[in-house]
């Protein structure tokens, strides 16, 4: 069980990892090795090192090699798994999913193949009590961003490269909004498993977020020194690895 009013923090590790095959054809993603250790060793470890020590981990993809991992680790503190292997229910669906092992306290959500320098404490200060979400966000580019107003509350998302726009306000001019690239590291009310009822059992929570945040306050948190690397890709690894050097100093 849960300490009363101890942070959890759910550790996305059940994709399939098709960008990183080979290597993800004989083992999943959360046991990619970067500098001879786990990728999700890191996570966890970075997350540890800023106070979080109650864990919940989904898994799928070579599920039972993720159980037996952890199983060994019992530095690991509080550890409860979430198993997916019926179905592999993307990110929305996963803490759908996860409900019964939420402590009701807000949870922080991290994806395995990040490797950051993320001030989580930072991150769940800026939370608010009465948002549904707060999304660690950067100015890094890419295709797709997220949408905000300049109080930082999230109003929809744009692929640049299409054109594509996302947003329940008619008359949004994305021209005047912020437009920052997600993370995959957030924080979120446990409350939100209720508004997730009458969803599928596979959905994406960028989807859902779009889907709701007229009704309820999303907010966006920029961390202006944020390192990070999504450990999506063979051509990653190494620069991983660079990072994880560099952030020891």
């Not at 966890?44 to 109650?54: H, K, M």
């Not at 929570?205 to 999506?232: C, H, P």
Request: glycine share 6%; aromatic share 8%; charged share 25%.
């Amino acid at each position: 069980m849960s300490p009363e009013g101890e942070i959890q923090a759910f550790i996305f590790a059940a994709g399939l990892g098709t960008r990183l095959r080979p290597i993800t054809d004989t083992m999943p993603k959360a046991l990619v090795p970067i500098a001879n250790r786990p990728l999700i060793e890191h996570v966890i470890e970075s997350l540890q090192c800023q106070g979080i020590n109650d864990f919940i981990v989904n898994v799928h993809h070579f599920a039972e090699q993720v159980e037996e991992y952890l199983a060994e680790r019992s530095d690991f503190g509080s550890l409860a798994i979430s198993d997916e292997r019926d179905l592999l229910r993307e990110t929305g669906g996963a803490i759908k999913h996860a409900e019964p092992l939420f402590n009701g306290n807000p949870f922080v959500v991290h994806n395995v193949d990040i490797i950051s320098n993320v001030d989580l404490q930072n991150l769940l200060s800026m939370h608010k009590e009465n948002s549904l979400a707060t999304l660690l966000v950067s100015d890094r580019k890419t295709q797709r961003y997220l949408l905000f107003n300049d109080d930082m509350r999230l109003v929809g998302w744009t692929n640049v490269a299409t054109g594509e726009v996302k947003t329940p306000y008619k008359d949004l001019d994305i021209n005047q909004c912020r437009k920052y690239a997600f993370s995959g590291i957030h924080v979120i009310e446990p409350r939100i498993c209720s508004l997730m009822t009458n969803w599928p059992d596979k959905f994406s929570i960028i989807d859902f977020y779009l889907d709701v945040l007229a009704q309820q306050e999303i907010y966006g948190v920029v961390q202006d020194n944020l390192r990070m690397i999504d450990v999506g890709k063979l051509n990653s690894l190494d620069d991983a690895e660079k990072l994880l050097d560099e952030l020891k100093d």
